[in-house]
């Protein structure tokens, strides 16, 4: 098997590559860099720029399913320019994708797996998403996994199954969100957020790979919420970090108006709170190896990749670099 992944150099990306070379599949990747084109028997790169529509189409040639991860990280400030950037590198990506899959021959294609995000599941401390909830949260993140999906759904047009996972808030020390948590804590001024109660629904890296190739393995097609089984609140998940970086919190909750203005707009993804389902895909069979999180992240932080640089690094760009 051959699988093309975009956004394969990302934090995502790279647990899925590492993923396939366990199971001896061999991967094309899409780059934006030229100089990250790397020619290996089973790890090939093409340049594409999604911006301008331009796309290898060699990069399709022996592929039986692609992993579309591409799009810019919303983990940097919302800035009005980067509110457009972080819109039209998913629309832009799966655009130039969906035209140059009309240009060859897909026949021998059966899956097309694609990310999406769990901020389109409105705001709410009390409900428990599924992914038969229709409802969008009226946000910024909401309108942009709208926007998102309603692409993905264009590649329903030819024959292969064709799925989407919405992941929650990725557990990793190399980057992603929790090593930006855990600054704070491991300098004596970690607290939770707001208060507190807002739910959050993580999951650990390495099953959120496996998630995304279960769903390529076993041809399943519609929504997948990537996300642990377990959600937790902030609260908990701070105390969680301190307890496994052997650190105290004993400061008040940050309130929303602190981090509103350290942070602009894209403080809104510390208060939201989604509690999200992760039954459908166990129900095809899949099993976590973290259910817990505490269990995933002492996994985390007692890794050998876990060192003090990766946990201090900056955020990961999503976006195929």
């Not at 926007?147 to 929650?168: L, P």
């Amino acid at each position: 098997m051959r699988i093309l992944i975009t956004g394969a150099t990302g934090l995502v990306g790279s647990a899925i590559v590492e993923q396939c070379h366990k199971k001896d599949i061999a991967v094309n990747y899409l780059t934006t860099s030229k100089s990250k084109i790397t020619s290996e028997p089973k790890f090939q790169g093409y340049y594409w720029n999604p911006d301008k529509g331009e796309i290898d189409l060699d990069s399709l040639i022996g592929v039986s399913a692609i992993i579309n991860l591409a799009g810019a990280s919303i983990s940097k400030r919302w800035t009005s320019s980067y509110r457009k950037e972080i819109m039209s590198s998913r629309v832009n990506s799966l655009r130039t994708l969906h035209t140059a899959l009309e240009k060859v021959d897909t026949t021998d294609i059966f899956s097309f797996v694609s990310a999406s995000a769990i901020g389109r599941y409105p705001d709410s401390l009390s409900k428990f998403y599924t992914e038969e909830e229709t409802a969008v949260d009226d946000s910024f993140l909401g309108e942009v996994v709208e926007v998102w999906e309603n692409e993905i759904d264009k590649f329903n047009s030819f024959d292969f199954k064709v799925a989407k996972v919405r992941i929650g808030l990725v557990m990793s020390c190399k980057g992603g969100a929790l090593p930006e948590m855990a600054k704070p804590v491991k300098n004596y001024v970690g607290a939770a957020f707001g208060s507190g109660e807002q739910w959050q629904s993580w999951v650990h890296v390495s099953d959120l790979a496996r998630i995304f190739m279960f769903v390529v393995e076993h041809g399943l097609e519609g929504i997948y919420n990537g996300v642990g089984p377990n959600p937790v609140t902030n609260t908990k998940l701070v105390k969680e970090i301190a307890k496994v970086l052997d650190r105290p919190v004993v400061l008040p909750n940050i309130p929303k108006l602190v981090m509103k203005i350290i942070l602009g707009k894209m403080s809104y993804l510390l208060f939201a709170s989604q509690r999200v389902s992760c039954k459908k895909i166990e129900e095809e069979g899949f099993n976590f190896t973290f259910p817990n999180v505490c269990v995933a992240l002492e996994a985390i932080y007692s890794s050998p990749e876990c060192t003090e640089s990766s946990e201090l690094g900056s955020l990961t760009k999503e976006y195929s670099s």
